[in-house]
């Protein structure tokens, strides 16, 4: 079946470094990929897709490139901010409309 | 255009007790997912309906859980006989087609506790 292996946490750097966390997947056919991120007692919010193969997603400074040839979504940032301190979510929705999600990635970005 | 709405976003119940989840989902979505995240996991799929028709219910318990979502009104999830088990928060999400490249829009969650 389908399934999400992301890099687990936590994570903790500081204000204005590189953000890089890594997803990789399984799935059958043609999946679309996803990056949901969480705020602390709050719902997922969508931080960026990519439905085919080769697509970058990107939002609020964030990306993630669709690699069908490794099977990955790493989702990297050039420079955090205190304010990006969330739980991330890689996620895929194969064939059918079930999302299917990996642990989840804390992040802490110290000032 | 209001989000998903979901309430309560807090729920405290004793064991043996039902508790009743609410969902509506956004303006012009038909499609709603239920989704639960336990303690130190991700999200697991539990259900997914249109108007007055479950699709698909694969990832709920085969027991004491029940989903509904009516011609008028909210989407319901009911949990019966609550156990501690079942102390999750548990997430609305909506679309408006059942497509693979679509976006699910979730809504804050309710936090069920069961003492």
């Known amino acids: 079946g389908d399934s999400v292996t992301q890099m687990e946490g936590p994570v903790t750097l500081s204000e204005e470094a590189f953000l890089t966390i890594n997803c990789t997947y399984t799935a059958t056919g043609y999946p679309s990929l996803f990056w949901y991120v969480q705020y602390p007692g709050e719902g997922l919010q969508l931080l960026l897709k990519a439905t085919k193969a080769d697509d970058k997603g990107s939002n609020k400074g964030f990306e993630a490139t669709y690699r069908k040839e490794t099977t990955s979504f790493h989702l990297e940032k050039g420079s955090v901010q205190v304010s990006d301190s969330a739980v991330y979510f890689c996620a895929l929705m194969g064939s059918n409309y079930k999302l299917t999600f990996g642990k989840g990635t804390l992040l802490t970005v110290n000032p | 255009n209001a989000g998903v709405m979901q309430n309560p976003r807090h729920l405290v119940r004793r064991r043996g007790q039902e508790a009743r989840l609410r969902c509506s989902p956004m303006?012009?979505?038909?499609?709603v997912y239920w989704y639960r995240q336990l303690p130190e996991e991700g999200l697991k799929f539990m259900v997914y309906l249109q108007k007055e028709n479950i699709i698909d219910e694969s990832g709920m318990p085969k027991e004491r859980f029940s989903a509904e979502f009516p011609k008028e009104g909210p989407s319901i999830l009911r949990i019966q006989q609550v156990v501690r088990g079942d102390s999750a928060a548990y997430f609305c999400a909506s679309s408006p087609r059942a497509d693979h490249t679509d976006t699910q829009y979730f809504g804050p969650g309710t936090r069920l506790t069961v003492l």
């Open positions: 303006k012009g979505h038909s499609h």
